[in-house]
């Protein structure tokens, strides 16, 4: 499997991830991460979080920045899956959902908007929490096909790593802030600039404060993984 900086990477199109969704409800919990040039930073210096991303068992190349690096190292990735248009597909597939994230009243505008497209949204919790018991609890008793965590990353991998065999959802999948445009409280990129690789230049454009400390960092990534991509293959 390609290997970018010692974190795993699925090389998958999305039609092979959507069919590999179905190989999931065989009575076991999954996850499905989107390691993104940041996280592959934090997993650099964060062993437990590199452990708990490799144990994905699907970790899709979300982000121009790691198909960068795959072309680098000369591996196999070659497109980039987007959580987001992950989730969106995954909503097509007639499987019942949990929205878990968000700030409060998020994932119900989200649960709400989906229920009118006629997706099956079973429950739904905010992500701004101190003890979540009950939030574990409501899960269970859902009984959801797929949990979507958009917590922001790491703390989604972590979350959903800690519970997940408790939840014993077939498919948790760590989201980042796909609920926030499910909602409609974020705009997802125009098709011009996703299809020009360039969503994020339009991120940093609308949210300069969160999202230029980000894209900071990706010189720093490019620098590592030529420096020492290698050695991790
Ligand atoms: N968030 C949350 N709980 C927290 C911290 C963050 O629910 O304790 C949510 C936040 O409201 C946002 C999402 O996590 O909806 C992170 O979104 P971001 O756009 O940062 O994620 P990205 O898609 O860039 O990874």
Redesign the pocket.
Known sequence: MPNILGVNIDSISMADAVKKANEFFDGKPHTVFTPNPEIILECEKDENLKNIVNSADLNLPDGIGVVIASKILKSSVKDRVSGFDYVCQLLKTGRSFYLF???PG?AQKAMDNLIKDGVNVVGCH???FEDDSEIVEDIISKNPDILVV????P?QEKWIYKNKDKLNVPISIGA??S??VLAGEVQRAPEIYQKLCIEWLYRAVKEPKKRLPRIIKLPIFVKDVITKGKKYI
Do not use: E, Q, V
């Open positions: 994230g968000g700030k998020i905010d992500g701004y958009c917590l922001g990353a703390k980042g802030g609920l926030d």
